[in-house]
């Protein structure tokens, strides 16, 4: 773990961007996808920082959201592009791979991919993913459940989860990337009793 052995680097970057409540919110999401990580085999550390760095730049200017996010080569669809919620995603992707340099082909698609999903996720994205929705600070209601799905079963979780976003976009009349749209199609396939919160 000696590439990202400068944690408090970037715990001092979020303390300066975001703010207080979102800095805990991304505290609690790296916490969360650690503990995932040591219950499902994969790379405590690395899932930590994903976790740590998914909302690096959840505050900035909605200017500068999109600027990151087309110039990031990141492959945003239209929805993505007409949607300022989704910006974040894709534009801190870009940053932490541009300027704090951290070279990881998988922390950043686990950034890029945090709130729309996508199929075939690496075991590192779906904890982040995962960990986004339940951290500590979470508070809808299933989100119980939605813990005890996640330290079940990851793909099962991922199918309850996107359900459930999915659900929640449309109730607001929002619009679904075609990565969701894969990624509920691909993880559909291990909800075989049709589970959802």
Known sequence: MSRYAD???????LRETLSNKRFRHSMN???ECFKLAERHGADKMR?????????IMKDESAE???EYTVKSRLSPDPVELKTKSLWHGIAG???VKETLKIDDDEIIRAIRYHTVG???MTLMEKIVYLGDMISEDRTYKGVDKMREYCYKDLDLAMSVALIYQINC???KCGGLP???FEAYNYYLDFNKDKESL
Do not use: I, N, P, W
Request: aromatic share 14%.
């Open 29 to 31: 999401v790296a916490e």
């Open 178 to 180: 075609l990565s969701t």
């Open 118 to 120: 996508c199929a075939k």
């Open 47 to 55: 899932c930590y920082l994903a976790g740590m760095l998914h909302d």
């Open 7 to 13: 944690f408090d680097k970037y715990e001092v970057r």
């Open 93 to 95: 992707a870009y940053y």
């Open 64 to 66: 500068v959201l999109l």
């Open 169 to 171: 976009v449309c109730s």
